[in-house]
T-cell receptor, first 111, second 114 residues
């Protein structure tokens, strides 16, 4: 079983749709959680950190459920430019070293 | 603007060759990482370094070694390249001090071993 699991997709949605991605992690010692975005043939870039209380950044909302070991990302009012692969990332421990990436969920937003 | 650079975008080598991948960051970050990315597997950590001359094995260190002689530079070495090391290699760096510090990635090196 992978330590961080994501639905690979692809998710094909029309512009303006709301789409949600889920991610589960297996290591209960996980401390920090993130969503990264990776465009085709580009490097991953941080989209947002995920805090215990949940957090929102414009059209993006991230939530964490420690009891279920589950992270989610909600994108509202999808734009063409949201088309990318979204990587769920979990950091185990507090040293900032053991970082585990999910394989990613591909999103295609169509006009 | 923060920057992580990698020495090559594309590299083609033959089986058995020694391969050097270089990574340089200009952000004075303490931590540096080498990952490989393969379809369906995501990014997997090969090695990381938290200080000059310090290195720790990641999840898949076999067949690789690293060198960090200067804070800004972290090199990945394939002593004898094999075809199963064909992959995208990504270098990253981050500050110490918080478990929420962002990792900044270089553009990647696509290595093909023939």
């Amino acid at each position: 079983r992978k330590e961080v699991e994501q639905d690979p997709g692809p998710f094909n949605v029309p512009e303006g749709a709301t789409v949600a991605f889920n991610c589960t992690y297996s290591n209960s010692a996980s401390q920090s959680f993130f969503w990264y975005r990776q465009d085709c043939r580009k490097e991953p870039k941080l989209l947002m950190s995920v805090y215990s209380s949940g957090n929102e950044d414009g059209r993006f909302t991230a939530q964490l459920n420690r009891a279920s070991q589950y992270i989610s990302l909600l994108i509202r009012d999808s734009k063409l430019s949201d088309s990318a692969t979204y990587l769920c990332v979990v950091m185990v421990g507090t040293g900032g070293f053991k970082t585990i990436f999910g394989a990613g969920t591909r999103l295609f937003v169509k006009a | 603007d923060v920057k992580v650079t990698q020495s090559s975008r594309y590299l083609v080598k033959r089986t058995g060759e020694k391969v050097f991948l270089e990574c340089v960051q200009d952000m004075d970050h303490e931590n540096m990482f080498w990952y490989r990315q393969d379809p369906g597997l995501g990014l997997r950590l090969i090695y990381f370094s938290y200080d000059v001359k310090m290195k720790e094995k990641g999840d898949i260190p076999e067949g690789y070694s690293v060198s960090r002689e200067k804070k800004e530079r972290f090199s990945l070495i394939l002593e004898s390249a094999s075809t199963n090391q064909t992959s995208m290699y990504l270098c990253a760096s981050s500050k110490q001090g918080s478990s929420y510090n962002e990792q900044f990635f270089g553009p990647g090196t696509r290595l093909t071993v023939l």
